[in-house]
């Protein structure tokens, strides 16, 4: 059998894939150990790194010491090739993470909005919190590799704010060709419960769940879904969006903490629950009374979801999330009955960083599919 040109090429690209993959997380490791990972002989390993070291996407360490004969060469995946921003796009602020490749953080920045903040006001808030998230990493924009904008609403594959009922003036705001001039060209919008799902399985308590349901609750409630460990935003976006149906409780649910007797004039919509929480953590009543009314609506919305789609896990998470030695209790009790067997639930543990996690790992996901691209040609490494 002959081989072709163009087949051998393919060849060369999967086995680079292959000694990526395996060396990608890992450290800096010599051939013999980098050709057990990829399953390859240690010539065609070799060959591989030679390539990837002169493409800019390995760096060679320093050689061990203090071993007898010839140091081994060592090698590791150069995270600093390329860079990703992620952008959480909220009613109060707008949070923004730089992070390399190997998802550790470089630089970051939180700039505070008011929820009645225009649009215009709300888009210099997004490129006012990327630029200082570089500045803060000592990078240029033109050094990202690609940017990943979450926010509320429904969402549209071309990265349109098709709906949004939370943030003033911000339906029919196209987020790429409004943000792509400031933070590159590769810029990708996805709905805040979904990325905040994809967070939740990257570094939080839903590692390695494969079918997640993922609840952003605070002054809104909606949802984030993952099947087979996979982003399922559904065919126009609107996958998760539970609330909308005014059959379950996920519309009502903030009128119960927003009725407390015991909230200080003036307070800010943001800070309801947890001035809630924390009197019903001391047992005053009303507020015992205003949680568990809560955790009911809250139960409604989740059960529809868990009868739907049998997840391995519910995570809450959002503002209530800080509250989830309060909260976590009521809504157990109020969603076991409706279920056919009780799911199993957590709390999140990220807080009020879930978003703009997602957010990064959405943009690595995106670098991903292009490094590991078995039928595209390598891209390109930044320089040192």
């Known amino acids: 059998m002959r081989v072709r040109g163009s087949d051998t090429s393919r060849l060369r690209r999967i086995n680079m894939v292959a000694a990526l993959r395996a060396l990608r997380g890992c450290g800096a490791i010599g051939l013999t150990e980098l050709a057990s990972r990829a399953g390859l002989s240690r010539p065609t390993v070799e ?3 030679e390539s990837l070291l002169a493409a800019g996407w390995l760096a060679e ?3 061990e010491t203090g071993q007898m004969g010839r140091p081994r060469r060592l090698f590791r995946f150069r995270a600093e090739a390329g860079y990703v921003l992620g952008v959480d796009v909220g009613s109060f602020s707008v949070r923004a993470l730089v992070c390399d490749l190997e998802g550790r953080v470089v630089g970051r920045s939180v700039t505070r909005l008011t929820s009645e903040a225009s649009r215009a006001d709300r888009l210099d808030g997004v490129r006012g919190a990327a630029r200082e998230a570089l500045r803060s990493a000592g990078l240029e924009a033109g050094r990202l590799t690609a940017a990943c904008v979450g926010t509320t609403g429904v969402v549209t594959r071309e990265g349109v704010v098709k709906l949004s009922v939370a943030l003033p003036e911000w339906t029919g705001v196209d987020l790429v060709s409004e943000l792509g001039d400031d933070i590159g060209p590769v810029v990708l919008v996805e709905n805040d419960c979904n990325l905040a799902a994809l967070a939740e399985r990257w570094t939080g308590v839903a590692t390695g769940a494969g079918d997640l349901v993922f609840v952003l609750s605070g002054v809104r409630t909606g949802a984030g879904l993952l099947i087979r460990g996979e982003l399922h935003a559904g065919g126009r976006g609107m996958a998760g969006e539970i609330g909308a149906l005014p059959l379950v409780g996920w519309h009502r649910a903030p009128s119960h903490l927003a009725g407390f007797p015991g909230l ?11 001035l809630v929480f924390a009197a019903a953590r001391q047992g005053d009543p009303a507020a015992r009374w205003a949680v568990e009314q809560y955790a009911h609506d809250l139960a409604e919305g989740i059960a529809a979801l868990v009868l739907t789609m049998d997840p391995d896990l519910v995570v809450i998470g959002g503002g ?6 309060v909260l976590l209790e009521p809504v157990r009790r109020h969603l076991d009955p409706l279920c056919l067997e009780p799911p199993e639930l957590a709390v999140s543990a990220l807080g009020d960083q879930a978003v703009v996690l997602g957010a990064v790992r959405h943009a690595l996901d995106h670098v991903d599919a292009r490094l590991y691209d078995v039928d595209a040609t390598l891209p390109e490494a930044q320089p040192a």
Do not use: F, M
């Open 47 to 49: 060959g591989l790194a």
């Open 61 to 63: 360490s320093p050689p």
């Open 264 to 274: 200080p004039e003036g307070t800010a919509a943001e800070e309801v629950a947890g």
């Open 320 to 325: 209530v999330s800080r509250s989830g030695d």
